[in-house]
């Protein structure tokens, strides 16, 4: 069954990514199978009761053997770093945030709700991380690609929603089994590109539907 959360009316990350798409196309590999995966090696970690090492399905989605050795491989290599395993047995799994969300863009306010659903969130600390399914296999590798697949847009996003004022990004290596670990405040660069795409996006947005969800 699919998760009600992706039915909510609220402006996401993946709104946002939907809507640069839209304005700026380019020829990019289909992302179906990257998200399916990374789907995967979420749930092992966070919500685990969703898989079915039997039928090598996940939240009824079917998987190859393949797939499932790779992502069993990545949960052990997440586990066995101190740190990540201590963030994950002190965090809640898949936190969903909403709240109506002022922005400013050159001076000008507006208004727009959001949404977040976060891999790990640590309520008493009021920050959170993301866990990425990578294929770098350093750790400059990685830092490259958050910002090609603007990670910084959404880690930006996130912490605006969340009120934070740190973060962290996450990275399994599929290949190597390397685990990169990326902190993020509000002071770094890295914050502040991802900032600046939330404005760009965000304010189009507004523009474009104001407070509706564009349908099809």
Not at 33 to 62: R, W
Not at 128 to 146: N, V, W
Not at 186 to 207: E, H, I
Request: aromatic fraction near 14%; include cysteine; charge should be neutral.
């Amino acid at each position: 069954m699919k998760d009600p959360y992706y039915g909510r009316s609220e402006v996401s990350n993946s709104d946002l990514s939907w809507l640069k798409n839209q304005l700026h196309p380019r020829d990019m590999p289909d992302p179906t199978n990257a998200y399916k995966f990374g789907t995967l090696i979420d749930c092992m970690l966070t919500e685990p009761h969703k898989v079915n090492y039997s039928l090598l399905q996940c939240d009824g989605e079917q998987y190859t053997s393949e797939e499932f050795e790779t992502a069993s491989e990545m949960r052990k290599a997440f586990l066995k770093d101190d740190f990540c395993r201590q963030l994950l047995e002190h965090s809640t799994p898949q936190m969903v945030m909403v709240k109506n969300q002022q922005f400013e863009v050159d001076g000008f306010k507006y208004m727009l709700p959001i949404r977040s659903k976060w891999d790990i969130w640590m309520q008493l600390f009021k920050w959170g991380a993301d866990i990425k399914s990578t294929t770098a296999k350093t750790q400059k590798q990685f830092i490259d690609a958050i910002y090609h697949f603007d990670h910084d847009r959404q880690r930006a996003f996130y912490m605006t929603n969340g009120d934070s004022k740190q973060d962290m990004l996450i990275g399994i290596s599929k290949y190597n089994f390397e685990i990169f670990k990326v902190p993020i405040t509000r002071a770094d660069g890295m914050f502040k590109s991802g900032m600046n795409k939330v404005n760009d996006l965000t304010f189009k947005w507004w523009q474009l539907f104001g407070e509706l969800k564009p349908t099809g």
